[in-house]
């Protein structure tokens, strides 16, 4: 199972991006997806979850400006992120749940990371 994020780049404050994560590999199911972020020494923390019903979780730090949403026929997850700020600059990296056969464990998988720079 591989997890391929993509969308990242450079914006000046108060722009948007659409980072998209894509699950490929053998999957027989995805419960909760996410994204998480790593800015330069600190810690890597939560920015969005989505279950597979589709409820949400946001930071604090984020809520109103950036949306998560998935596709499940597609096994991607989505995170819409507008009225950037120059502290919302760091690593993004994508988060699944999955189940790679019927009677399998439910494994944690992360993706390689999508740089998000923000310039004031």
């Known amino acids: 199972v591989q997890l391929q994020a993509s969308g990242g780049g450079l914006v000046q404050t108060g722009g948007s991006l659409r980072l998209s994560c894509k699950a490929s590999?053998?999957?027989?199911?995805?419960?909760?997806m996410g994204w998480y972020r790593q800015a330069p020494g600190k810690q890597r923390e939560l920015v969005a979850t989505?279950?597979?019903?589709?409820?949400?979780n946001y930071a604090d730090s984020v809520k109103g400006r950036f949306t998560i949403s998935r596709d499940n026929a597609d096994d991607t997850v989505y995170l819409r992120m507008i009225s950037l700020k120059p502290e919302d600059t760091a690593g993004y990296y994508c988060?699944?749940?999955?189940?790679?056969?019927?009677?399998?464990?439910?494994?944690?998988?992360w993706g390689q990371g999508t740089l998000v720079t923000v310039s004031s």
């Open positions: 988060n699944a749940q999955i189940r790679q056969t019927i009677i399998s464990a439910t494994r944690e998988y």
């Open positions: 590999g053998s999957i027989f199911s995805i419960n909760g």
């Open positions: 989505i279950t597979s019903g589709g409820s949400t």
